[in-house]
């Protein structure tokens, strides 16, 4: 696989490379993976028909070529031939669907999510889909029907969550590009654990038609990539609005995302910190020190950071979490046994059907999340903490709205530590979900953020990521930032390829 889009395209136009070759390339490095001591297992399948495509993308390549129009066909297909990795709640036509769950074996598509279309017309390939935790209820790809995926840094670690599975597979170099869903980080903390870029678009940029639905007031796609290139360049061809997706919204200046240019003028640069990240507990001090040289960094250039007082954020997580779960409750009320997926009927009635089927179907962290979700919402509170939840969210976009009014960032660590050991956290929920920490108000006021690979601890040589945040439809500038930043750094802590 080649490292980057641009130089993928340009082995392509050249001959270098074809589609079917790095297909193929990406199937045997699956199938021997399966094989090794310690699997990945961030690719749960590759899809079966995604070296039919990959000829097909060929056969066009050729015949453009000999036509003299090979540069006109990737101006028309920007992504011709490159396979992309798949988040496993992302519809992928006729293609198993199953939110590494039991209660979805068996389950398959009927149609694409518009995400896929779009990067379909675009000439990408679906190559297959990755493992996640189990409906994206997770912070380490640990809730999996199909067991956890392993951090290609280090194989004894996480790669974080929920979309550890298609992060995995472009830290590996296994994919191009990935994708993924975020509810309050998920695409960003597996980004920061394995070393990539991993954006989270502003709220309705990228549409959800075709996404299994977690908190839908919360869920948006995200996308992970090796630079921030990779990441512009999709995100380009599949913002905008969806007719199925009345959340849906456009990007403005997407275009300039498909030939992204690295910000220039820092000395007009203004920087927040919120003071309630910097005092936050738990935060490790090797992670600290990285954060401290990315504001030096800054400083450097010429911008301008400042402490800001943010008392809100204080309550972030506990907003994200009475609105997130109570959602999810709702959303997975559908999982019954009787329009799709798993059935358990052993004849005593609808209503142990419902019973058994989601008992054996649901796995702990789901059952958990649906408990607390019901609670929440049940008769005894009459909705009014939910309703408490919303309205702690909506002074949070007030507020960070305003912040923005006087600054063009917010910067801080993506998490407080950097990947844990398989097994460290998966039976403390709390210590869980404290991994959201630094991410969940960004979920909560619908701003676009993106984290980016700045470092490694000394202590476990494992990478450390800080996120870039701007104000909504502000995709452009915080990517112009990461592209900054990237230029004047080792590609993603791994060695260019010569």
């Keep these: 696989m080649y490292y980057t889009i641009e130089e993928t395209i340009k082995a392509l136009k050249e001959g270098k490379t074809t589609s079917v070759e790095l297909v193929q390339n990406s199937i045997d490095t699956f199938e021997a993976d399966k094989k090794s001591e310690k699997p990945l297992n961030a690719f749960l399948e590759i899809y079966g028909n995604a070296v039919e495509l990959a000829k097909e993308a060929d056969a066009k390549i050729a015949e453009a070529k000999a036509a003299g129009t090979l540069d006109k066909l990737f101006e028309e297909k920007p992504l011709l031939g ?25 389950y398959r598509a009927p149609y694409n999510a518009t995400v896929i279309n779009r990067l379909v017309a675009a000439g990408a390939i679906p190559l297959g889909r990755c493992n996640q935790d189990e409906f994206a209820m997770g ?16 194989r004894d670690y996480v790669s974080g969550g929920s979309s550890g599975g298609s992060t995995a597979a472009v830290a590996a170099n296994q994919a191009l590009f990935g994708l993924g869903t975020e509810t309050g980080g998920s695409v960003r903390l597996p980004a920061s654990y394995c070393g990539v870029y991993g954006l989270k678009p502003t709220y309705g940029v990228l549409s959800r038609w075709g996404v299994v639905a977690y908190g839908s007031s919360l869920d948006q796609v995200g996308i992970i990539g090796h630079t921030p290139r990779d990441i512009a360049l999709p995100l380009s061809l599949m913002s905008g609005v969806d007719f199925y997706d009345d959340t849906s919204a456009d990007l403005p200046d997407s275009d300039k995302l498909r030939n992204l240019s690295a910000y220039k003028d820092f000395s007009s640069l203004k920087i927040a910190v919120p003071k309630q990240f910097e005092e936050a507990k738990g935060l490790d001090d090797e992670v600290k020190k990285v954060f401290e040289d990315t504001k030096a960094w800054f400083v450097s250039k010429g911008a301008k950071i400042e402490t800001v007082d943010l008392p809100i954020l204080d309550a972030s997580i506990a907003s994200y979490y009475v609105i997130a779960l109570s959602e999810a409750a709702s959303n997975l009320s559908r999982f019954d046994g009787i329009r799709y997926g798993r059935r358990e009927d ?20 789901v059952k958990r999340r649906i408990i607390i979700g019901n609670y929440v919402l049940s008769e005894q509170f009459s909705g009014t903490t939910y309703k408490k939840g919303m309205s702690v969210r909506a002074r949070i976009q007030r507020e960070v709205a305003k912040l923005f009014e006087s600054y063009d960032l917010i910067i801080s660590p993506v998490c407080p530590t950097t990947a ?17 920490l630094y991410t969940v108000f960004v979920n909560l006021a619908r701003i676009p953020s993106v984290s980016v690979p700045a470092g490694f601890t000394e202590s476990t040589k494992m990478p450390v990521g800080i996120q870039f945040a701007g104000k909504m439809f502000d995709e452009l500038k915080i990517m112009q930032l990461a592209q900054a930043w990237e230029e004047e750094h080792t590609l993603c802590g791994v060695p260019v390829k010569e």
């Design 82 to 106: 490159l396979p992309f990795a798949n988040k496993d709640n992302i519809s992928v036509q006729g293609q198993r669907l199953t939110c590494s769950s039991k209660i979805l074996e068996g």
């Design 420 to 436: 844990f050991k398989l097994g460290e956290k998966y039976d403390d929920p709390l210590a869980m979900y404290l991994s959201d």
């Design 346 to 365: 052993n004849g005593n009635g609808y209503d142990q059907l419902y019973v058994d089927t989601r008992s054996d179907g649901f796995g702990p962290e």
């Design 139 to 154: 912070s380490s790809t640990e809730y999996s029907v199909y067991g956890p995926t392993r951090n290609p840094i280090n």
